[in-house]
Structure formats: structure tokens, C-alpha cells
């Protein structure tokens, strides 16, 4: 009953020493206090590792409380065992014995402060039931007394503990436990700094790596230092070593000399502020330093503003999309080619029921001249008219051949062309539905040939011829035909040109689209071009305008010329002219 009473004395005694600790502190060095509070805050606020700050609070205590030893344990995830934080006037066997080491009701002056979330006060470790376990170990090292101050946070959580040891039995004054609640508070401030700055590198990390796993490069500039941080992709983009250090004028001597300008003016728009607060995507080109490859960089970027209003960083991300841009391109002209044979196909269809009626239509003019040809004297005046008129009809029921042939997708015949005597051949019917007040010139250089279908290729000159008669009108003009080979002599050139109105950028891209026109209703079928372009690649050529308005228009017909190895029966692929 003796040792109970004795004990029950021992334990209301500490509540008593506690309870004179946690009063309102009478005479404290408040200046030194918060002179030393500051310089803490100080070095916490430069970004200080959380050792380094809790080693500084320790000191503090000793400074502020002599002669006090200084302990700050952290308490672990798991709630239950604390480890060490710093000791820096302990033993270093002592600390590390104390690390790990697990809370409960009666684990010393720590274990016991970090379980029941309270200050705990032992005056003599040689005498306390709360040291019963590790008394002797502590003892060893001359270690009389512990007060210990849980660090709790707002929400009741522990985070671990600081106390103050003495080598001889001692109770705490107002004054030395005055001094252990705020550096308890500053333990406290000095954690949650740490978590923040943990979770911000955590994100970062994550953030590096779904950047880098998506192939973006990252930039960051402080626009107030010129500090420029690029990220490895970053400079593995731009053709850069990893231990390249940028600057400001790194990136703006990378950019592609036409994109320089440009670049610059964005960029000091939003290093200038200018009210530039939203995200920014811009496309550049560059030529990479390693290989002097020239790539098409994109970048997304914002400029970041202080709490005066004023631009602090530039951050973004980059991303080479030099192959993603040539793919969309090859995809929007697959589509078009698609578009397009479409187009030829229904033109095609059409053409063929039009062909019909017109070959019907042509038989009576065809037999009809030639009967009255035979009837005539070669003398007659009106003989030769005649003649020009079976003709014509001739040429015309060949058209339409041709014309029936392609919408059935037949193989069209082939042989050697010259484009100089094709030209000599078609030019008195042409001459026909031309203007006298527009002028046919020619000029040949050479006599090119082509393996090619003879009635087709009129055709594409008719079109051509036609076309820039057309676009002349009844003004006065010319139209020159030029023939002439290219690339060395392997390439022959059929080119039309007119000193006509001219064709704007617009209109070129869209020339040789099926059913397009730059003339008024009524005035064209849209079809004329795109049959001529039709027939040139199907002969494995090319059909090029060069045109300015005000200017006239040049169009050339470039075809392989022909070797005598190109005389074999065309392939099933040359059947339709859109292929």
C-alpha cells in the first residue's frame, strides 16, 4: 500500500510540474527569442535541408536555455516509432540507441510525451517510473533529467517530439519551458515546410516523366536572373550535349534564320509582359547544331507574374513535330487524290452518256460531207470548206472515242508522238474557234517525242489552246505554244502560254479539280483542265500553271520522252486517266 501512495505522490507530482509548465511564461528573453525565431524562418526560407533547419532550432534551445541538450525525434508513418532528428550536443551512441524507438505509456520522457500528446516532465531520471526500462542506459551517459514537448499539428496529428536534457536533476522554470513551446512550433513549421517541398519535387518527378514519356522537351527562364534551365529532350531536340548550359540567346540563335524575327517579336512580347497571361502555341523552325538538320519545333509557353504584376518566369513545354506535320500533310493529299478520282470517276460516267448522243449526232455530219464532197469538183470554192468540215467532224467522232473509252476504263492505244508535229497537225483547227484579234505564235527547239495516245494528247492541247482564248476574250493577245525538251533531254515540254488576266494563288491550288471554274455560269464546265491533268499523269507526267493576275498564265506539259523500249502493250493500270 506503501509503494502505490508513494507511487500515486510520484504521479501527481508530474501532473503538477506539467501544469506549472504549460502556464503562461513569465520573464523570457523575448528579444533573443525572436531574434533567433527569425534567423530560423530565414533559413528555412533559403530553401535549407530539414536536417540542417532542425540541428539550427536545437542550437537554439541550448543557446536560449543553458544548459540544456537539445533533442528533436520525428515520429514515422507508422505512428509508432519515432526517429532521430537531431541531437547535436548528445552522445552520438545515445542517438542512435533512441532511433526507432517505439511510443507507449511509460517509454521515457519522448515515448511517453508522443503517446499521450502531452508535455512531460521527469526532474530526475533516476527516480521517475517513466524511465523504469531505459533508466540505466541513459544514466550511462550522465543524462539526470528530460522534458519533453509533443509537436502536434492543427488537426491533432503528432509528428514527433523536442526535448531538453540536463546532466543533474532539475525542474523546468516558466522561463526554460517558455522557450521549448515555440521551438516546438518552429519543429512544426519547419515539417510542413519539408512535406510541401516533398510533394512539389513528387509532382515535379511526375510531371518529368509524363513529359519526357510523351517526347516534350521543357524550358524554364527567370526573367528577373536570365537563368535558363532546358530539360535533356529539350536539348536533345535542339541538337545540343546534356551538358550544354543555355542562355538567353541560346534558343533565338537556333531558330531557322526566315523564323527569327518572328520568334523574337513573341517572345519579348511576353518576357515585356504586355498583359500576356495565357498559354501561348507558336511553330518555328530550326536548324539543329549537331547535324544542321532543319525540324519544325512547336512551343507552348506562359509567362508567370509576381505579386507586384510583373513577369518573373517563362515556362513551356516543345515538342519536334516536323513528322507529325508531313504526315497531316500526306494525309490531307491522299484525301484529296481520293476526292478527286472520285470526282473523275463521276465525270467519267457522265461523259460516257454525253459521248453517246454526241457520236449519234456526228454520224449524219460525217456522212453527209463526205457525200457531198464526192459530189463537188475539187474546183468548187465550197470544196474546201466541205473538207474542213468532215474534218472537224472526224476530229470531234475521235474525241468522243476517246472519251467512251475512258468511261468504260478501256486500254487506249499508244504509239510515238511528236509534240512538234502534233502541234503543226492541230493548229488550223484550232485556229477556227479562236479570235482573229488573238495571235497563235509557236516556237520549237528540237522535235521531242512521247509514247503516248495521239488523240489524247490533241486533246489536252485543245483544252489548253482553248482555255487561253478563253481567258483573253476578244481583246487583243497572244497565245505562244512552245515544245522544247528539259532535264538534260529526258523530258519533253508542251507549254501554252497567254498574256491574259491571270490566275490568283487561290484558284491554282484547285485548277485541275473536276467541275472547277474561274468563269461566269454558263461560260465552262469546270471539266477541261482536270480531263488534261487526267490524261497527263496517266501517261506518267505532269501538268504544272505558273500565273500571276495582271501577268497571263503559263501551263506545261511535262511526259517522259520516248525510248524505243516504251513500244509494248501499256499495262491494265493505264486504262483510266485518273491513275
Known amino acids: 500500500m506503501a509503494m502505490a501512495a508513494a507511487k500515486e505522490r510520484r504521479i501527481e507530482s508530474q501532473r503538477g510540474a506539467t501544469r506549472r509548465a504549460t502556464r503562461t511564461p513569465g520573464r523570457l528573453p523575448w528579444k533573443a527569442l525572436l531574434d533567433e525565431r527569425g534567423k530560423i524562418i530565414d533559413l528555412m526560407a533559403s530553401g535549407a535541408p530539414l536536417k540542417e533547419t532542425l540541428v539550427e532550432i536545437a542550437h537554439m534551445v541550448e543557446r536560449l536555455a543553458p544548459p540544456a541538450l537539445c533533442s528533436v525525434l520525428l515520429l514515422q508513418p507508422d505512428g509508432r516509432h519515432l526517429r532521430h532528428g537531431a541531437g547535436p550536443s548528445l552522445p552520438d551512441a545515445y542517438n542512435a540507441a533512441i532511433n526507432d524507438l517505439e511510443i507507449g505509456p511509460s517509454v521515457g520522457s519522448c515515448g511517453t510525451a508522443a503517446y499521450r500528446k502531452t508535455p512531460v516532465i521527469v526532474s530526475d531520471i533516476a527516480t521517475d517510473p517513466l524511465w523504469e526500462g531505459p533508466r540505466e542506459f541513459a544514466l550511462s551517459f550522465g543524462l539526470r533529467a528530460c522534458w519533453s514537448q509533443p509537436v502536434i499539428r492543427h488537426d491533432g496529428v503528432v509528428l514527433g517530439t523536442i526535448a531538453m536534457y540536463y546532466r543533474e536533476p532539475r525542474k523546468p522554470s516558466d522561463r526554460d519551458f517558455g522557450v521549448l513551446q515555440p521551438s516546438a512550433g518552429l519543429v512544426r513549421l519547419a515539417l510542413a515546410q519539408h512535406r510541401k517541398e516533398e510533394e512539389l519535387r513528387t509532382a515535379e518527378a511526375r510531371n518529368r516523366i509524363a513529359v519526357e514519356a510523351a517526347e516534350f522537351g521543357t524550358y524554364d527562364i527567370d526573367l528577373g536572373t536570365e537563368t535558363v534551365n532546358w530539360s535533356r529532350r529539350f536539348k536533345e531536340i535542339l541538337g545540343v550535349p546534356e551538358s550544354f548550359q543555355p542562355q538567353m540567346s541560346s534558343l533565338p540563335s537556333i531558330i531557322h534564320a526566315d523564323d527569327r524575327a518572328r520568334f523574337n517579336a513573341g517572345f519579348q512580347g511576353w518576357a515585356g509582359g504586355e498583359g500576356v497571361r495565357d498559354a501561348r502555341v507558336n511553330e518555328f523552325r530550326i536548324v539543329r547544331v549537331d547535324d544542321g538538320a532543319e525540324r519544325l519545333l512547336e512551343l507552348r509557353g506562359r509567362v508567370l507574374f509576381n505579386t507586384q504584376d510583373l513577369p518573373s518566369r517563362a515556362i513551356g513545354i516543345c515538342a519536334d513535330v516536323t513528322d507529325k506535320r508531313a504526315a497531316e500533310r500526306n494525309r490531307r493529299e491522299t484525301e484529296q487524290k481520293v476526292h478527286q478520282l472520285q470526282k473523275m470517276e463521276a465525270v467519267g460516267r457522265l461523259a460516257g452518256g454525253i459521248a453517246h448522243d454526241l457520236n449519234n449526232t456526228l454520224m449524219p455530219i460525217l456522212g453527209l460531207s463526205k457525200l457531198a464532197m464526192q459530189e463537188m469538183s475539187p474546183l468548187d470554192p465550197h470544196h474546201e470548206a466541205m473538207e474542213l468540215i468532215h474534218r472537224s467532224g472526224k476530229r470531234a467522232r ?33 485556229r477556227i474557234g479562236i479570235p ?80 472547277f471554274t474561274t468563269k461566269k455560269i454558263g461560260e465552262g464546265t469546270g471539266l477541261g483542265l482536270s480531263v488534261a491533268h487526267g490524261i497527263v499523269t496517266s501517261h506518267g507526267g505532269r501538268i504544272e500553271v505558273a500565273s500571276r493576275p495582271g501577268e497571263g498564265a503559263t501551263f506545261q506539259v511535262f511526259l517522259p520522252l520516248f525510248k524505243y523500249t516504251d513500244a509494248a502493250p501499256a499495262p491494265a493500270a493505264d486504262m483510266a486517266l485518273a491513275k
Open 398 to 430: 475521235d474525241l468522243v472515242n476517246q472519251i467512251l473509252t475512258f468511261s468504260r476504263k478501256e486500254e487506249i492505244a499508244r504509239e510515238a508522238v511528236s509534240f512538234a508535229a502534233l502541234v503543226k497537225e492541230s493548229l488550223p483547227l484550232l
Open 436 to 515: 482573229a484579234t488573238v495571235a497563235i505564235q509557236t516556237k520549237f527547239e528540237g522535235n521531242p517525242e512521247v509514247w503516248a495516245n495521239r488523240g489524247q494528247l490533241d486533246q489536252v492541247l485543245s483544252n489548253l489552246v482553248t482555255n487561253a482564248a478563253q481567258a483573253i476574250g476578244d481583246r487583243r493577245g497572244f497565245i505562244r505554244i512552245e515544245v522544247s525538251t528539259v532535264d538534260d533531254g529526258k523530258t519533253a515540254r508542251l507549254a501554252v502560254i497567254d498574256d491574259g488576266p491571270g490566275i490568283d494563288a487561290a484558284a491554282q491550288q484547285r485548277l485541275f479539280e473536276p467541275f
